[in-house]
């Protein structure tokens, strides 16, 4: 009977191994999700580039020294008075508060839709990787590297485009 009980151990455990060798995240999954990260990344920074516009070109607020006048005084009546903040000024600050605010909404709606298309991630496979990653650490140090590697490859090819 202990050798009975052995032997359906000895299955079960090797069973258990190959389920865990047939859910290792692969190199090709780990290069899609890191690929999700820095069109990601690439998008924030797009964003960010937008709301920075928004601030130095706007006709209403003369520079981001401006911006900056209005934003320590926003809120403030008195302050808002002090500082003589116009009524256009206001309108273009909250227009950029506003975009600012919807910025957090907005990139994590574009990296759903990311997650969610299987020719680009898919769920399951940001799922099983995402999972992975926070187990291991070697894993996520890989992780890590390809995204740099993905990111300096970008800039160099941006700065080859730029020549």
């Keep these: 009977m202990k050798k009975l009980m052995l032997f359906g151990m000895f299955f079960s455990m090797m069973g258990l191994v190959a389920y865990a060798q047939d859910d ?4 090709e999954e780990l290069a899609k999700f890191a690929n999700v990260e820095v069109m990601t990344s690439n998008y924030v920074d797009a964003k960010t580039e937008e709301l920075r516009n928004m601030i ?20 403030d009546e008195a302050k808002m008075a002090e500082a003589n903040i116009t009524d256009a000024e206001k309108a273009a600050y909250q227009a950029v508060q506003d975009f600012q605010d919807s910025l957090q909404e907005s990139v994590k709606e574009y990296k759903t839709e990311l997650i969610m298309d299987d020719t680009i ?21 890989k992780l890590d590297a390809m995204i740099d590697a993905q990111k300096a490859k970008e800039a160099a090819e941006k700065a080859e485009d730029g020549k």
């Design 121 to 141: 991630l898919g769920a399951g496979t940001y799922n099983k990787v995402n999972g992975a990653i926070k187990e291991d650490p070697a894993l996520k140090a």
């Design 56 to 75: 130095l070109n706007n006709e209403n607020i003369d520079g981001g020294a401006r911006y900056n006048e209005i934003k320590a005084a926003w809120g």
């Design 24 to 27: 290792a995240v692969t190199d």
